[in-house]
């Protein structure tokens, strides 16, 4: 197993470009989460989906957009990069109330 | 390759117990190690180490790091049924700004 994939490891993106963050696991897991984890701060979630079809908005949704069209896959929308989104972003997935996986992280820079 | 242990993967102790969780790792470019808590969604900050030897505390739990041996240690003192949940190491490492996360010590305190 891969486990849990992201691409692109990096980026720069200009301020009100647009991006898609992608994230994919091969484990069957339902519950997918995209998290930002800031210099010496915790991570925050900011959607989650409990399965293919349904998300939900995490505690830091504002600026961002998800889709689950399938198990696998549940890429993260950027729309008008904002320098206040250069962060970290984490993709991690796990079965209900079990062990969160987590991506290698995407590192994303909006100048 | 960058990689983070834990151990023990699962633990089940009583209340009253006192816990030791451990986290080795072995990176290159070491900047920081961090504990979470993880519960039902987002994991909870606890502490970030980047000093060997330095104790940090909070209430009943408190962390040390190891630079030389590569390894951290997470203690829970008096421990309640509240204190059940999975623990996350991670170390954020420099170059690339990576952050590689261990697989987790799922720890479930009887009552």
């Known amino acids: 197993n891969a486990g849990v994939t992201q691409t692109p490891k990096f980026r720069i993106l200009k301020i009100g470009q647009s991006m898609t963050l992608q994230c994919t696991q091969d484990m069957n897991h339902n519950y997918m989460y995209w998290y930002r984890q800031d210099p010496g701060m915790g991570l925050k979630l900011i959607y989650y989906s409990v399965g293919a079809g349904i998300t939900d908005k995490g505690e830091v949704p504002n600026g961002y957009n998800v889709s689950r069209s399938t198990t696998e896959d549940f890429p993260l929308r950027l729309e008008l990069a904002a320098p206040s989104q250069t962060s970290v972003y984490f993709c991690a997935s796990s079965y209900p109330s079990e062990t969160q996986y987590f991506g290698p992280g995407t590192r994303l820079l909006v100048l | 390759e960058d990689k983070v242990v834990q151990s023990p993967l699962s633990l089940v102790v009583h209340e009253g117990d006192t816990v030791t969780l451990n986290c080795s790792y072995e990176v290159t470019n070491f900047r920081s190690l961090l504990w979470y808590k993880q519960e039902k969604k987002a994991p909870t900050f606890l502490f970030m180490l980047t000093s060997s030897g330095i104790e940090k505390k909070s209430g009943r739990l408190s962390s040390i790091l190891d630079k030389k041996e590569l390894f951290s240690i997470l203690n829970i003192t008096a421990t309640q049924t509240g204190d059940s949940a999975v623990y996350l190491c991670?170390?954020?490492?420099?170059?690339?700004?990576?952050?590689?996360f261990g697989k987790g010590t799922r720890l479930h305190i009887l009552p």
């Open positions: 991670a170390v954020d490492v420099n170059r690339d700004d990576k952050i590689i």
